[in-house]
């Protein structure tokens, strides 16, 4: 199964069944929250600049904690590389803030 979002480039990104084991295997808090994964990429509060050409796409889930979507847009499409959730937003603060 694979789920589709479209970025705030306007840019199509897949998470395939494939990623999604690797997330979840790496990241057991996410089993339920598949959805909210590809939500956090339609629907960020913001996206940072990742060190190696990939997006960071950050929303909040409740009060100081936040979804953490790492993905790569291509020239067709796009995929996702991982996600976590996190109440240490220190290390984010310090990227470079691509949207909004």
Partial sequence: MIDLAISKNGCSVRLTAERWAHITEAHGEL???RAAVVETVLRPDRVLAGRDEELIAV????QGKHLVVVYREGTNDGFIITAFVTRRTRSLSKRRQVWP
Wanted: charged share 55%; proline share 0%.
């Fill in 31 to 33: 089993i339920e929250l």
């Fill in 59 to 62: 929303r909040e889930l409740e």
